[in-house]
């Protein structure tokens, strides 16, 4: 089954604004948005974000995302040590009655 | 405090079949969708199957339908994973995840298959 499109890897310095992108199409993302999770080596994913910008009880707000269309974006502002993870968009694709995944983007903090 | 513990990975032979558990706590398990994900060693998450809040429906990737069946005990709040005809390209940490948006997840369990 096709996945998202992810950047395999986005490197940003400390405090800085970090943007991951994740592209599909109009029975995916473009339908009914991405919700994004956080993994770090390890330990089981996170969920930070669902149906485009709404964070669970405990998210911080420096996390925030949005889509344009089929592309679906997580904006980290104010990068920490502690961002640095893995980043997978995830979305309900209505053509292949599944759900698919990115295939992850690595976040280096330096 | 959500807990999903997921247990029945190891080491299975090529063809064999497999059954994994996950037991839920600190949420009404009965009222939300299942999930289960996997991610082969260095590799991506990956959906394999969901089972929705009424046990109604059931769907799978493509990649298993036909050899996984998910299902849940209520009474036990209990998610399962009945995995059959294993090849090695199922070998993967099993995650179990409750909520329809992949709310909830537990730590993982190991599956290798290998002869």
């Known amino acids: 089954q096709a996945g998202l499109t992810q950047p395999p890897s986005v490197s940003k310095g400390l405090r800085q604004t970090a943007t991951l992108t994740c592209t599909g199409n109009s029975n995916n993302v473009g339908n009914q948005g991405a919700a994004w999770l956080q993994q770090h080596q390890g330990h089981p994913p996170k969920l930070l974000s669902y149906?485009?910008?709404n964070r669970p009880s405990g998210i911080s707000e420096r996390f925030s995302a949005s889509r344009s269309g089929n592309t679906a974006s997580l904006t980290i502002t104010g990068l920490q040590p502690e961002d640095e993870a893995d980043y997978y968009c995830s979305a309900w694709d209505s053509s292949l009655s599944a759900w698919v995944f990115g295939g992850g983007t690595k976040l280096t903090v330096l | 405090e959500v807990q999903l513990v997921e247990s029945g990975g190891g080491l299975v032979q090529p063809g064999g079949s497999l059954r994994l558990s996950c037991a839920a706590s600190g949420f009404t398990f009965s009222s939300y969708w299942m999930h289960w994900v996997r991610q082969a060693p260095g590799k991506g998450l990956v959906w394999v199957s969901r089972?929705?809040?009424?046990?109604?429906?059931?769907t799978y990737a493509d990649s298993v339908k036909g050899r996984f069946t998910i299902s849940r005990d209520k009474a036990k709040n209990t998610l399962y994973l009945q995995m059959n005809s294993l090849g090695a390209e199922d070998t993967a940490v099993y995650y179990c995840?409750?909520?329809?948006?992949?709310?909830?997840w537990g730590q993982g369990t190991l599956v290798t298959v290998s002869s």
């Open positions: 995840v409750g909520g329809s948006l992949f709310d909830y």
């Open positions: 089972i929705n809040n009424d046990d109604s429906s059931t």
């Open positions: 149906r485009n910008n």
